[in-house]
């Protein structure tokens, strides 16, 4: 009698869950059952690759005046503002450098002066081991899908970790509000606030309608782009025929920009 | 209880004063927004969704666009009807909605929201 009394309580006790746990479980059911009826997807002209890479042909730029058109087509589409005196607080996606700073691991007493003279193209290096991802709080920059080291404005606190992590000073702090020093104002594409870091993007959004980087098309043939993993790609096609170097790669990020000297 | 009185009239007081300003406001309350739509707008006559759910949800269905399009790289929006749309805040968004003083500013100053969007994302691509 008494254990029988027991399975009693028992069996209610578990049958008043359970009908107590159907209507909460209807609401649930029916919740993602009337979800949004739209769905999302990647453009059909966007291009996609493992790890994008650049080579630049530095023995097709050989002055100052060659770079001002790539530097200059990259700083308007993004509204990279160019009108900062301040050379602390300046705004670089992509720039000239010497040598000397360019490859500080590889600047022997004695070199080939015509190299050593060159001006060299940097930017992001979008490494594939990039220093900056492991750095920042907020996964406000990370590694997308094709390999390209992306910013999420967003998400970015300002706490400069990244800056503090590239080898390569690739990554810009906006110590003031960026709007006035912009030139020209490119509407399709959003400026920065006061407080986010900034860098090159390897143009992520001209990709995904399907166009080359800015600085690509703007270089007359002498930077070139495409999948480091794809044997027939034109970045591969180049590593191929010519001896190129990379900046600080003993430091092992695996920098993705290549230059041919 | 001998300075029932006292202890009344204070407790009167203090709750007048505490609620004065619910009197004080009685029947001011501030008009609904109106909210205009441009020439464009109008003759689109839907949004990327329904009108109610835009209403309702835009600041969710912005994040998921954000969202996706920086860290997903998926910049298409098929909506319901099967129409196809760019996921861009300066580009689709404001391309029909060119009065952000007219149509977002209105509610958003009802509503006392300070959204940030537009310390980057530029507010008039049209330039009107």
Known sequence: ?261 | MKDKNKIFAGLAIFIVVVTLPFWFNLGKAAPAPELELTAKAKAAKTCVMPTEFMTANHMQLLDVWRHNVVRGGERMFVNDDGKLYDMSLSNTCLDCHSNKEKFCDRCHDYASVRPYCWDCHIDNPKGE
């Open chain 1, 1 to 261: 009698m008494k254990n029988s009394r027991r399975r009693f309580l028992q069996i209610a006790g578990v049958s008043a869950l359970g009908l107590g746990a159907k209507p909460v479980l209807d609401a649930f059911a029916s919740e993602s059952a009337h979800g949004p009826g739209y769905h999302l997807a990647k453009g059909e002209d966007a291009m996609d690759a493992r790890q994008w890479a650049m080579v630049i042909d530095t023995r097709k730029l050989q002055t100052a005046e060659d770079l001002e058109p790539i530097i200059e087509a990259c700083n308007k589409i993004h509204n990279v503002p160019t009108g900062i005196k301040n050379k602390n607080h300046e705004i670089k996606w992509i720039w000239e450098a010497h040598y000397h700073n360019a490859f500080t691991d590889k600047a022997g007493q004695f070199t080939s002066e015509e190299v050593e003279h060159r001006p060299f193209l940097l930017l992001c290096n979008h490494c594939e081991n990039p220093p900056c991802v492991r750095a920042c709080p907020t996964k406000a920059t990370f590694k997308n899908d094709n390999g390209i080291v992306m910013m999420d404005f967003h998400r970015c606190i300002g706490c400069r970790f990244c800056m503090a992590a590239c080898p390569f000073g690739a990554r810009s702090f906006n110590f003031r509000d960026p709007r006035p020093f912009i030139e020209e104002e490119n509407k399709a594409f959003p400026t920065r606030m006061k407080g986010v870091v900034e860098k090159c993007n390897f143009c992520a959004e001209r990709l995904a309608v399907g166009k080359m980087p800015a600085c690509v098309e703007a270089s007359n043939g002498a930077i070139a782009f495409g999948d480091l993993y794809d044997e027939h790609s034109e970045v591969r096609e180049l590593l191929k025929e010519n001896y190129t170097i990379r900046r600080k790669q003993t430091l092992g990020t695996e920098p993705s920009v290549y230059y041919i000297v």
